[in-house]
């Protein structure tokens, strides 16, 4: 309580104290800030998530080829002359040292002879020179003789000897040329190709027949550049009749054409068949099937798919913040349904499945349980 000045009236007399509605209003601005404050932060968008997992993508590839021997063996002369006769044909199954074809054996008949006769006027030769050196020596003992006759005495038996062996091996030769017009199988197999007909002549060296051996066959196939270097490991390819699948067998790459096809441009891949039926004749067209295995790769949902300034993208989920980021990948495969990925996403990621047309970066988000969320599930590789 003030006191009133001097002068003046009591009717201007005041007081300092304030009501207690004047302080209201303020009091309300305060407690409504502080509300502000403490007011839990807005809950996130709902959305359904999925977590990222690695696994194998495993694929299937199919050639077309045809069965083939695993050896083939060409037959030819080994000396010139024409043919006479050839007993076998193609499709006919030979055994070992039987006769296939032959030539003409007149000149070497005749060659025959000629050493034969060679020899026996060697072998004459020899026994006169002998004679005559005996004689020579038993002469040369008693003093009856001179040096230089029994020095050519010893000679001349040497030159005879020098010629019977000589003679003998000419026989020797005229009589393998003899045999050499006889053209004779090496091997049990079955005759695939025949390059020469009766009556022509032919030079040494010069296929007349092929072979197909029956110890192994292989199955052959054209296969493109692109398959080829996806190829890792040793698989297995399994091999079917093409006109009756039920028949097939097992085997593995045995061969490599190292350089391509100059028409077709691909490559000749021979593949070793383990126990093949009887059914698989030489000739029989097959189809070959393996399965691949690339590298580990992610697969997600094809809805959790957005776009970016440099083309696919997804909503990636911080598990700290609850908050959304747009992150670019890149797509291996178009699959119905999924989407498969090789660079962007790392194992254990959670992204946004559904609704990402809806977001933004930053977004705060809310992952709704798996129970409301079909596609929350890990991701699976696609068959």
Known sequence: MTRPLPGKPALFRHTRRLSPLCGLPLLLVLSACDRAEKAPPQAGRPVQVVKVEASLLTAGIELSGEIQAEKTVSLAFRIAGRIAERPVNVGDRVAPRQIVARLDRTIETNAVAAAEAALAAARGEVVTARSTFERQERLMGQGFTTRPRFDAAQKAQETAQAALENAEAQLEQARDRLGFTDLRA??????????????????????????????????????????????????????????????????RIREIAPQADPVTRTFQVRVGLQDPPEAMRLG???????????????????KALTTSGRGAAVWIVDPK???????????????????????????????VATGVQALHPGQRVAPLPPAASAANTAARAPG
């Open 321 to 351: 913040t609850s908050t959304v980021s747009l992150r670019p990948i890149d797509i291996l495969r178009f699959d119905p349904d999924h989407v498969v990925v090789s660079q962007g996403l790392a194992p254990g990621e959670t992204i």
């Open 284 to 302: 029989s067209t097959v189809v070959g099937s393996v399965a691949t295995t690339s590298a580990r790769i992610m697969s997600i949902p094809a």
């Open 186 to 251: 090496d091997v049990a197999g079955v005759v695939t190709v025949r390059s020469a007909e009766p009556g022509e002549v032919v030079q040494p060296g010069q296929p007349i027949l092929q072979v197909a051996r029956e110890d192994g066959r292989d199955a052959v196939f054209a296969v493109p550049a692109r398959v080829l270097e996806g190829k890792t490991g040793d698989p297995i390819v399994r091999v079917a009749l093409a006109e009756a699948p039920g028949i097939s067998a097992t085997g």
